[in-house]
């Protein structure tokens, strides 16, 4: 559907991003577009490094920040500790924590991804950089889920009708 798809973040809002990719190549190339969106991108090589970084990040935040990162992207294929393994982990200490999984072993993984909760979104390799920010940045199932546990109940202060703030029929988003 087109409406997972629509950008609803604004420019000026950086997300706070990690990426565990061990081709060196491709954690770069990600890092590069993303900082460029104007987003922070902390980057690991493997799963063992990734959680690492992430516990190090909890265990550094001052009062002012998150507590967690908005995103953490997984490569499914790592040394040390595999994508699923990590991800398992990270929900173990932040259960609504948003990850992505990106793999080239798509049916594999999602296969998987039974244990794990809600919060993890998967893209198959190959895919372009601007799928990667539509996926991080856009209208994603998991912005979709959160709005519909709202009860969508932000209206459009139209009266009388039932369209939620948003994406709207009538507009064509």
Known sequence: MEIFSRKLRCDSMALRILVAEDSEDLSDTYKVALENRGHMVTT????????????DFLKNKN??????FDVVILD????????IDV??????????QRIIFITGYG???IKKLRGLREEV????????????????????????REFAKRGFKDWDGYSGTSVPVGPSRSTGI
């Open 44 to 55: 690991a090589r493997d799963g063992t490094q990734c959680l690492q970084i992430y516990s």
């Open 63 to 68: 009062s002012e920040s998150k507590s967690f």
């Open 76 to 83: 499914q294929q790592m040394p040390g500790m595999d994508g």
């Open 87 to 96: 991800a398992d982990e990270i929900q173990r200490v932040n259960p609504k």
């Open 107 to 109: 049916t594999e993984v």
């Open 121 to 144: 979104e998967v893209m198959n390799k190959p895919f372009t950089l601007k799928a990667l920010i539509i996926q991080i940045e856009g209208w994603s199932l998991f912005s979709w």
